[in-house]
């Protein structure tokens, strides 16, 4: 079926630092999303795209997260400067419409903020 | 604001057994709601979803769900489970109107012994 891809699948960085997970969406999607979810819990919704903009966003998208695609190339979410809060796995997904209830996801990109 | 609530943490059945794994969700508009299923350390793949019309789905490899208005509830089935069906499953609701924020519940993990 359809692929997600995310890059990195890990990442451990230093509180204060930069990170940018790449996100490479479905070919002809046109809606991309990103979700965090802290071992054990469930997902939550951060952000989602569209068009080159940011249409909606829940209060866990904070001032120091910041999401593009530019030209067409990965879907990118950068936190700058990260917190220790930030450590959670951060999962990309997409789809081809909107309103559907239907969304693939990726494998995952797992923050650790030390 | 729409929640959903899976009540069951844990479920642990034998392999063959079947099983029904609840979710009872709240929201007043039109919504559709949905199922995921995580295999550990993936993402969430799609399982089925409703909106209207017949109240029960059918999804992938068996699983079923049921709508249900009057208890405010769409509970996932399968009438013989296999062991590759031990997963985390979400159940997940979003309105109908806006871009696709999916609303999941905390998840139940399905526990097959053999």
């Known amino acids: 079926g359809p692929k997600v891809l995310q890059i990195p699948s890990h990442q451990i960085i230093d509180m204060g630092q930069m990170v940018t997970l790449n996100c490479d969406p479905v070919?002809?999607?046109?809606?991309f999303y990103w979700y965090k979810q802290i071992l054990g819990q469930q997902m939550e919704f951060l952000v989602n795209?569209?068009?080159?903009?940011?249409?909606?966003k829940s209060k866990l998208f904070k001032d120091q997260f910041s999401v593009e695609r530019p030209d067409g190339s990965y879907f990118t979410l950068k936190i700058q400067p990260t917190a220790l809060e930030d450590s959670a796995v951060y999962f990309c997904?997409?789809?081809?419409?909107?309103?559907?209830?239907?969304?693939?996801f990726g494998e995952g990109s797992k923050l650790t903020v030390l | 604001t729409q929640t959903v609530s899976q009540s069951d943490a844990h479920v642990t059945v034998f392999e063959g057994d079947s099983v029904e794994l609840r979710c009872n969700y709240s929201?007043?508009?039109?919504?559709?709601l949905s199922w995921y299923i995580q295999h550990h350390g993936h993402g969430l793949q799609f399982l089925l979803k409703?909106?209207?019309?017949?109240?029960v789905v059918q999804g992938v490899n068996g699983f079923e769900a049921e709508f249900s208005k009057s208890d405010s509830s769409f509970h996932l089935r399968k009438a013989s489970v296999h062991w590759s069906d031990s997963a985390v499953y979400f159940c997940?609701?979003?309105?109908?109107?806006?871009?696709?924020?999916?609303?999941f519940g905390k998840g139940t993990q399905l526990i097959i012994q053999p």
């Open positions: 997904a997409s789809s081809l419409e909107v309103d559907t209830g239907q969304l693939y």
């Open positions: 070919s002809n999607h046109l809606y």
């Open positions: 795209f569209y068009n080159g903009k940011v249409m909606e």
């Open positions: 929201y007043g508009g039109s919504i559709y």
């Open positions: 409703y909106y209207s019309g017949n109240p």
């Open positions: 997940a609701v979003t309105r109908t109107e806006g871009a696709d924020r999916l609303t």
